[in-house]
């Protein structure tokens, strides 16, 4: 819902799309590209296909689109209708235009409470949407797993269903009219026929021939379409002769908008959808039921859906151990287990009664009593936690897609619809068929619906292709016999449009082509998709067609855990490096990205703020991965060191919501070090770069003459002086050196303290009297402490985390540093003492980057013994050997700031923690992403304005909102700079270290008499 700001136009004039994009640019205003690079990162979804387009248009409006219509009409280009682009069967690839409509055709047209309509733009996304919707008591209930990233126009091209459809329908069944333009621009509203008596006459014609066909089809239809309600491949011809389980319309009537749904923009563009709404649910129980094999799982599910939920959803047991092995959702998983089932499912009663919907929950207990199984029902009455169980579930397919190797689990049958009577057995050969072609599959999704999501692990670099249709014949033949939709929930695409013809028949296949040939007549329409397919195993469109290279690469980082191959069977991983990877495993890393579009979210969580602020692809992790994948095969160019990767990770602020976030842990933090690194190799550190980058080396000259330094804050005419020659915004104020930095380093020697604090650069030169609080709250806890300093031999300077030279591609001189530090606290971490630092992005390096810089198993020792200090405390506390007294303080709210990367590694949650036991402090996190600082990120002038709006997100707002007396506590050092830079023009904020509030909450006398001793080790 942004407002259109103007683009640039980016091609390049050797590409085949320099004319359309010539021409384009004439006459629209959002931005056309057609460099190879912006190509590229438009020429996957989520499916295993690639063709390059010759353009892309991001519309700033529908008259762009208009325009745009006109001129690939009348260049015979075709145009490749797309939305968050999360289309699993290859319905958004093409060699055409594409025209991507979610970053500014995403508004709320028209609502109509009492009717429970509303009319949205394409480009809208459904949770945005539902978000909206909310204050008015409705939703719209095609609940996809996607609804963080999907489009409504998408879901209508799709034809998309939800986990509810058992009780919702599908998207068919709750679009009431589109809005659309034809390939010859003729714009009309399709809906009730009764009401299309009024469009153009080109309209009335095409509607009219529409019916004759559906009139002279009638009979096929019945015969044909199979009666299930999941069934989305090919067109809804069947609007004239109903076959859906589920009525399309209350009174049976014909609505021609059901017709173009699912039509996978092979006829119509759709400028607006108008939908149907329902009422919120207002209470849901859920009831997980662990079953000792999946057969049984999938026997009992006709049973549970006779109860009337509103889901019935499958979670196998590879999915179950998938699960637990991600961080954030095993305490999920586990809590809905009875012992270790081999499968799950979750059964959903809705209703607006909440003691009469948690007692659906003892029906189905007593039907689970009926076969012995009532301890097995686990009942989840809270929303929050039920939620977080959807979320794993919705999670399903993405934690799949997260195993390592060559061979992943591939999309062709993943969606097939079978009557209930039939699913144990179908399941069941199934499983055998993927035996006998030596693979298998995990089961997860729709039970209720027949509609059970499966993906067998294929290599499509090797012998993938043939295997893939080798099953899908076989598959297709049980789906047959048991009259079901080969096609249940992703549409046809490249993968399934072949499979149309099969489904339904030669008959019916030429009636589809006669409708397609009425509307698009000239063929422009997203050509090759529903009618006249390619085949599905053509591998010139695959994403890795077996003739994929990669360019050998020196790395920098060791990526050799990504350089693996998995056996399909076991999933077993072959050792580190013997992956046959010519860059080393970064490619294969990079590779991990399956397009699945999760980074384009804007709920809860950091990923992604640079696409949070722009809503470009570019600037996305997925387009950052797409670039890189197609830099590292040498499409873009000789070197993977090229301006078209600069430019897409220029943005990435590495904050590692990606490390966490990504389902299948692309850590393009990471891998934008590893660019780095080429590009110095390469091009060499520019002077800005080598400053910041040995900032630790230099800053103790800089605090001798810190009032000089200093001045630069004071005077804006200094500032603007120097932006030019230094790159820094002079709208920034620059942190303030001090004269008297932490130096300690000069006391006693402690060789046996339990705790060794890391003083990094920032605090020492910045703000040292954050070390001081520090040492007097774990003294006042009762440890004894050191300072951790270099080896004797080598004290010239500090102890460094290497962080500046990781964040300029230095990563030789990181190296460097983190072998210091290895060598001066090993022998402290192996004695037993903890390792505990105040600086997020520096101590966190010590158990991230370290362990990627080839030091071996020293360097793993010291990651295990590397904590925030507040981590430590609260893990000393739950062990029970903290004693800490805390008075309260006058400020009665601490507002928290988490740090990106303690969010990443999970940490952040132990600052509230911590704050909490100070008496009467009400804790509260702010649900921030990141502050947009980012190190030396928002410094530079060609960052500040973005930096900037990734802190108004979230974090500013809640900063300002915060009442004067709270205390606003940030532990990154950047964090709290862009704190007091985006408040200074209003109510100035200053945020705080949580380690001094700890400390002013201190008794006054535990407070006093710090004395500092410095650990050498021997
Ligand atoms: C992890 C994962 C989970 C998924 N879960 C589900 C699920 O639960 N249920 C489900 O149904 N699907 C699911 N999908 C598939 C996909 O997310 C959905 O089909 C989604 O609705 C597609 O939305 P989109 O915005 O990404 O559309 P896109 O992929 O961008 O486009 C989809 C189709 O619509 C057409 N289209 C887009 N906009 C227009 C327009 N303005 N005019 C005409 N045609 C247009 C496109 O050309 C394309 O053919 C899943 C996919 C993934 C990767
Ligand atoms: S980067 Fe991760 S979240 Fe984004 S599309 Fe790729 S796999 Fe999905
Ligand atoms: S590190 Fe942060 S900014 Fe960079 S791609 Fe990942 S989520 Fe986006």
């Known amino acids: 819902m942004n407002a259109p700001a103007p683009q640039p ?255 996978e ?180 999704a729709h039970a209720s619906v027949g509609t059970l999501h499966v993906r067998p692990i294929l290599d499509m670099r090797r012998d993938g292709a043939q295997k893939m249709r080798a099953i899908a014949e076989e598959a297709s033949a049980i789906v047959r016999e048991y009259k079901g939709a080969y096609s249940g929930e992703h549409g046809d695409g490249l993968v399934r449009s072949e499979w149309v013809a099969w489904q339904f028949g030669p008959r019916l296949t030429r009636a589809f082509e006669a409708i397609k040939d009425l509307f698009d007549p000239a063929g422009v329409m997203n050509p090759g998709k529903i009618v006249r397919p390619s085949r599905m195993d053509d591998a010139s469109l695959f994403r890795f067609p077996p003739a994929h290279r990669t360019l050998a690469l020196h790395t920098g980082l060791d990526w050799t855990a990504w350089d693996v191959q998995n056996d399909p069977r076991t999933g077993a991983l072959s050792p580190p490096g013997s992956g046959g990877d010519p860059a080393h495993g970064f490619a294969k890393a990079v590779e991990m990205c399956n397009n699945n579009g999760h980074c384009r979210k804007f709920d809860a969580g950091t990923m992604c703020p640079s696409y949070r602020v722009t809503r470009d692809e570019i600037h996305l992790t997925r387009g950052r991965a797409n670039t890189l994948r197609h830099a590292l095969s040498g499409a873009l160019g000789p070197s993977v060191a090229s301006t078209a990767v600069r430019d897409a990770l220029d943005l990435c602020v590495g904050c590692k919501g990606c490390r966490r976030e990504c389902p299948t842990g692309v850590d393009m933090a990471r891998m934008k070090i590893e660019f780095q690194y080429q590009w110095q190799r390469e091009h060499g550190v520019p002077l800005r770069d080598r400053l910041l980058a040995y900032l630790p080396r230099w800053a103790s000259l800089a605090a001798r003459v810190a009032p000089l330094l200093n001045l630069r804050n004071r005077s804006p005419a200094l500032a603007a002086l120097m932006e030019r020659p230094t790159g820094i915004a002079a709208a920034r104020s620059l942190p303030q050196w001090r004269r008297d930095p932490f130096a300690r380093q000069s006391a006693a020697t402690d060789a046996n303290a339990d705790v060794v604090l890391l003083i990094d650069t920032f605090t020492r030169y910045f703000e040292p009297e954050n070390a001081d609080s520090a040492l007097q709250v774990l003294r006042a806890a009762g440890f004894s402490v050191a300072i951790a300093a270099p080896m004797p031999a080598d004290a010239s300077r500090p102890l460094c985390c290497g962080r500046t030279f990781l964040a300029h591609g230095l990563v030789d001189e990181a190296r460097r540093e983190a072998k210091r530090m290895i060598d001066a606290l090993v022998p402290h971490v192996r004695r037993g003492a903890a390792i505990v630092g105040l600086e997020p992005s ?164 535990a407070r006093d008499g710090a004395t500092t001793t410095v650990a050498h080790s021997r």
Request: glycine content about 8%; charged content about 20%; some cysteine.
């Open 9 to 263: 136009l980016v091609f390049h004039a050797n590409r085949p799309g320099q004319d359309v994009a010539v021409r384009l640019a004439k006459v629209v205003s959002g931005a056309v590209m057609a460099d190879a690079a912006s190509c590229a990162r438009y020429a996957t979804d989520a499916s295993i296909y690639q063709v390059q387009p010759l353009a892309i248009l991001v519309p700033a409006s529908d008259d762009d689109v208009r325009a745009a219509t006109e001129v690939c009409t009348a260049l015979g280009v075709p145009i490749i209708a797309r939305g968050a682009g999360s289309s699993q069967c290859g319905q958004t690839v093409g060699a055409g235009l594409v025209i991507d409509h979610s970053k500014h055709l995403n508004r709320v047209v028209a609502f109509d409470a009492s009717a429970q309509t509303v009319t949205v733009e394409p480009g809208i996304v459904l949770d945005e949407l539902n978000g909206w919707l909310r204050k008015h008591g409705l939703w719209f209930p095609v609940d996809v797993s996607t609804s963080a990233q999907a489009t409504l126009g998408g879901m209508a091209g799709n034809n998309s269903c939800g986990s509810r459809s058992l009780y919702y329908g599908n998207m068919v069944h709750n679009v009431a009219a589109l809005d659309v333009r034809l390939a010859d621009g003729t714009e009309a509203r399709f809906g009730p026929e009764r009401d299309m008596n009024d469009a153009p006459p080109r309209v009335r014609e095409l509607v009219a021939a529409l019916r004759s066909i559906g009139e002279r089809e009638h009979d096929e239809i019945a015969r044909v379409v199979p009666r299930v309600m999941r069934r989305v491949g090919g067109y809804n011809a069947d609007v004239f002769n109903p076959q859906s389980e589920r009525p399309y319309t209350a009174d049976g009537s014909v609505n021609l908008a059901h017709l173009l749904v699912g039509s």
């Open 265 to 444: 923009g092979t006829l119509a563009w759709t400028r607006t959808l108008t939908l149907s709404l329902a009422p919120l649910p207002r209470h849901r129980a859920l009831g997980v039921v662990n079953f000792g094999s999946l057969h049984a799982a999938m026997a009992a599910t006709s049973e549970l859906v006779a109860l009337g939920p509103s889901a019935v959803e499958l979670v196998d047991r590879t999915m179950i151990d998938l699960a637990r092995s991600n961080p954030s959702f095993r305490p999920v998983i586990e809590r809905a287990l009875v012992g270790e089932p081999d499968a799950i499912l979750l059964v959903e009663f809705t209703g607006d009664d909440a003691p009469a919907t948690l007692r659906r929950l003892d029906d189905l207990e007593d039907v689970l009593a009926n076969h012995g199984l009532e301890r097995h029902l686990v009942k989840v009455p809270l929303a929050a936690e039920q939620k977080s169980l959807w979320d794993v579930r919705k999670a399903g397919l993405n934690i799949m897609m997260s195993l390592r190797g060559d061979g992943k689990p591939v999309s062709f049958i993943e969606d097939c619809a079978v009557p209930l009577a039939h699913l144990a057995e179908y399941v069941d050969r199934l499983t055998e068929i993927f035996r006998r072609h030596g693979t298998r599959g995990t089961w997860y």
């Open 842 to 1005: 520096c101590l966190l390096t010590l158990r991230d980057e370290f362990l990627v810089l080839g030091l071996g198993d020293a360097a793993r020792e010291l990651a295990g013994r590397a904590m925030l200090i507040e981590e430590f405390l609260a893990r000393e506390q739950a062990g029970g050997r903290l004693t800490l007294a805390l008075d309260a303080l006058p400020e009665r709210r601490a507002l928290v700031h988490g740090h990106c990367h303690q969010k990443a590694f999970d940490v952040a949650g132990h600052v509230v923690t911590a704050l909490r036991w100070i008496p009467g402090l009400d804790v509260e996190m702010v649900e921030s992403g990141c502050c947009g600082m980012a190190g030396a990120f928002g410094y530079g002038v060609d960052h500040y304005d973005v930096s900037m709006r990734m802190a108004e997100l979230s974090l500013l707002p809640a900063v300002r909102n915060a009442p004067a007396d709270t205390l606003i506590v940030a532990d990154g050092t950047s964090c709290r700079h862009q704190i007091a830079d985006g408040t200074r023009n209003d109510r100035r904020r200053d945020a705080v270290h949580a380690i001094r509030v700890l400390a002013r909450a201190l008794p006054a006398a």
